[in-house]
């Protein structure tokens, strides 16, 4: 089974700054899928990066970037340039990609504040 | 494009009541996930179906909680009768099943039973 493990439950930022949420993961399977989900106090679940096994480049995605380390099996989510808006709960996920692979597995979540 | 709908997006109710929560998924999406959030357990699937099959209800927490899709566009997760401890946040998802697998979350449904 996978696991998924966030070590930060909480975190804070000053607005402008940058900063990294870490998150490591336990998996037997040689290709899988990595997310990273916010939700912000509207609770709306969205969708902020995704990164395939298979491809060495890190993933972009505007302000948002990962540092994904394949045989560390982590997956850390940087954010530069902090704004208010991106005060929210982040959640980092796996999925496999085999045949019938469908269950998304959540860590616990970090709780980013960005400060003004 | 309408992303995933959820009806209603408050509910609270008594204890013993029975509960409906709904949901429609993007249109073409042949998955559909039904999720619930608690501060103490997190993300949980309850669960998946597949072209409008259940194909894993493991997570269903007991007979009280029951869920259908009668066709492509709509699903209902039901519980009856509702206890205080079903107090949490459910989340719809659907996704097409691709290259990402990524599933596209609706924005939830708030369950208080007092």
């Known amino acids: 089974a996978q696991t998924v493990t966030q070590s930060q439950p909480e975190m804070s930022v000053q607005e402008a700054e940058t900063v990294t949420l870490s998150c490591t993961y336990d998996t037997s399977e040689s290709n899988y899928y990595l997310f990273w989900y916010k939700q912000p106090p509207s609770r709306q679940m969205i969708l902020v990066i995704r990164?395939?096994?298979?491809?060495?480049q890190n993933a972009t995605e505007n302000r948002f970037s990962v540092n994904f380390q394949k045989a560390a099996k982590s997956f850390s989510l940087k954010i530069s340039d902090s704004q208010l808006g991106d005060t929210a709960m982040y959640f980092c996920a796996f999925i496999g990609s085999g045949a019938g692979s469908y269950q998304l597995t959540f860590g616990k979540g970090t709780k980013l504040s960005v400060i003004p | 494009d309408a992303g995933v709908i959820q009806s209603p997006r408050h509910e609270v109710t008594e204890m013993g009541q029975e509960v409906t929560l709904r949901c429609k998924p993007i249109s073409g999406h042949n998955s559909l996930f039904w999720y619930r959030q608690t501060m103490m357990r997190g993300l949980e699937l309850l669960i998946y179906f597949n072209n409008n099959v259940p194909i894993d209800d493991s997570g269903m927490p007991e007979d009280r909680f029951s869920a259908k899709m009668p066709n492509a566009s709509f699903s209902t997760l039901k519980i009856q009768p509702s206890e205080p401890r079903d107090s949490a946040v459910y989340f719809c998802a659907s996704s097409l099943a691709d290259i990402y697998n990524e599933q596209f979350f609706g924005p939830g449904t708030r369950l208080t039973v007092l």
């Open positions: 990164q395939e096994a298979y491809k060495q």
